[in-house]
């Protein structure tokens, strides 16, 4: 691993963006979302995803020029296209116009098909919970965890993101539906270390403890049933606000070569008054004061613990894997986007969502 400042990445990550052709504002958005995701310590949607962005730029599955193509189907539902844009780019675009929108209405909605991946989800609640207003956003991905019950993968993970106006910061939930992440099994093949049994199944639907078996197979769904039906609840809303690509169809997520065809819902809503940000800071407050039951360990809530990992990030540096750090370099000195290299493109990678 190296450490690299916050800076220096962002920089070298507009460099390497630079050369595949993309515009520099949408590179801004773009780096800004995948440096936010490494300091808040999210590497599987961090740097990580840039060489697979860039393969997808030149292999004509993702367009760095639109912004999407959008129509309001209603005073407060926004239908978008997102013309395979950026996935930032395109949502960014579409949550300003709900934003707006939801002073108006109360609430307002944005539904986007055709949209490439959107990253962290917890990048764009909070920015909305900041400036006053309740934002939830929905997504779905390629089928990566198995039915209660089921033996292979036919779920998405399909995260969602919820933040909230409060003082000092904004209360900002961002989960995915399954037991962990992709990422944490890839963490744990890296340090050969085995995951605990209930974790993930192997290709052939059986419980492992092995990490390289558990990428081949099925993440669990948290929270046993009630995490698979809240998983196949969000999967299902979300496409019947979209009309896009459910579970072992959904492609363009994971892979570089072809079109993403998930989908992506945000929901914006106007507070009712001050009044009720200042009473919500009060409870989160009294959550955190409240008894640990382990010394040393005081009471947090969502979003305390990234937040503590930002500011010393900001600080440190960023930890960043040595292939990955190479991959990012030699895609600055590219004359146009690259292919993706063996640890970006191959089956080891593929699956970190």
Request: hydrophobic share 45%; net charge neutral.
């Amino acid at each position: 691993m190296l450490i690299v400042s916050h800076t220096e990445a962002h920089a070298t990550g507009m460099c390497a963006l630079a050369k595949a052709g993309v515009p520099d504002s949408h590179a801004r958005t773009q780096m800004d979302l995948l440096i936010e995701a490494e300091l808040c310590d999210r590497p599987s949607h961090g740097l990580l995803r840039l060489p697979r962005i860039i393969a997808r730029i030149g292999n004509g599955v993702a367009d760095p020029m639109t912004t999407g193509v959008a129509e309001w189907r209603s005073a407060a539902f926004l239908r978008v296209d997102g013309r395979a844009g950026l996935g930032p780019v395109v949502a960014g675009a579409a949550l300003e116009a709900v934003r707006i929108r939801a002073r108006e209405t109360g609430i307002a909605v944005a539904a986007i098909a055709n949209n490439n991946h959107l990253g962290m989800l917890a990048w764009y609640v909070e920015r909305v919970a900041q400036g006053g207003q309740t934002a939830i956003a929905l997504s779905i991905s390629e089928a990566l965890v198995h039915p209660w019950g089921g033996r292979r993968a036919m779920l998405g993970t399909n995260p969602i993101a919820i933040g909230v106006p409060a003082l000092p910061h904004p209360f900002v939930l961002d989960m995915a539906t399954s037991i962990v992440s992709m990422g944490k099994i890839y963490d744990h093949a890296h340090r050969g270390e085995p995951i605990p049994d209930n974790w993930a199944l192997d290709a052939t639907g059986e419980r492992t403890t092995d990490p390289n078996a558990a990428k081949l197979g099925a993440l669990a769904p948290f929270g046993g049933a009630k995490g698979y039906a809240l998983g196949l609840a969000l999967e299902v809303l979300v496409t019947s606000l979209t009309g896009t690509a459910l579970g072992t169809e959904v492609t363009g997520t994971l892979d570089s070569d072809r079109p993403c065809n998930k989908g992506d819902v945000f929901v914006v809503i106007d507070p009712i008054s001050g009044a009720v940000t200042a009473s919500i800071s009060g409870y989160l407050d009294a959550i955190r004061a409240c008894p640990s039951s382990r010394p040393g360990s005081p009471v947090i809530v969502p979003g305390d613990g990234s937040r503590q990992r930002r500011a010393e990030r900001m600080a440190a540096g960023i930890p960043v894997a040595d292939e990955v750090w190479r991959e990012i370099c030699a895609l600055t000195q590219a004359s146009e986007a690259a292919p993706l290299s063996q640890y970006a493109g191959d089956g080891a990678a593929r699956r970190l969502v």
